[in-house]
T-cell receptor, first 114, second 113 residues
């Protein structure tokens, strides 16, 4: 089945530790995205990537880092510099064509900092 | 700055009735709009989208209406079912950047049996 997978589903981290969230897609999509969602709120863009080895900051990139070494993978690292990392993290992907394309979302990773 | 917002944070409807979820947007350069459904603890699921050269688009039990004059978007769900209970988000693209979306804060739809 084609889709987007995120792992782990739940993640616990101690303060001061870096943690990496996985996102993989087999949809052959060029673009990938990371969003953060806080309770009762919408999605805020952290980073996005349109092509391998290239990515751009979103609206709340501080304290996060990403890499895009493969088309299928877009891991997100939550660093110790992120002041309030507890949130629900969503990865998405989309095609890039001359027309508009919807973003497909993964199931999310819930990160809790202890 | 530019923003996407919703008029009602929570909507409660009787099973079988029609639901209307509204969304206001402020970026006049946006030309692509999309509705997502998010169930608790899951990722958003695509419902329907619409381009700015249209004012109405229909899917299965859902209709999206776009009023560019007043920058208003609505999602209509016909014969609402218990499985429709979720949070619904509207999103717009960031001007002519079709792959970057700006999301509203969401409306929770509760379906009463």
């Amino acid at each position: 089945d084609g889709g987007i997978t995120q792992s782990p589903k739940y993640l616990f981290r101690k303060e001061g530790q870096n943690v990496t969230l996985s996102c993989e897609q087999n949809l052959n999509h060029d673009a990938m995205y990371w969003y953060r969602q806080d309770p009762g709120q919408g999605l805020r863009l952290i980073y996005y990537s349109q092509i391998v080895n290239d990515f751009q900051k979103g609206d709340i990139a501080e304290g996060y880092s990403v890499s895009r070494e493969k088309k299928e993978s877009f891991p997100l690292t939550v660093t110790s510099a992120q002041k309030n990392p507890t949130a629900f993290y969503l990865c998405a992907s989309s095609k890039i064509t001359l027309d508009y394309n919807e973003q497909f979302f993964g199931p999310g990773t819930r990160l809790t900092v202890l | 700055g530019e923003s996407v917002g919703l008029h009602l944070p929570t909507l409660s409807v009787q099973e079988g009735d029609n639901s209307i979820i509204n969304c206001a947007y402020s970026n006049s350069a946006s030309d692509y709009f999309i509705w997502y459904k998010q169930e608790s603890g899951k990722g958003p699921q695509f419902i329907i989208d619409i381009r700015s050269n249209m004012d109405k688009r229909q899917g299965q039990r859902v209709t999206v209406l776009l009023n560019k004059t007043v920058k208003h978007l609505s999602l209509q769900i016909a014969a609402t079912q218990p499985g429709d209970s979720a949070v619904y988000f509207c999103a717009e693209n960031e001007g002519d950047s079709s792959y970057k979306l700006i999301f509203g804060s969401g409306t929770r739809l509760l379906v009463r049996p």
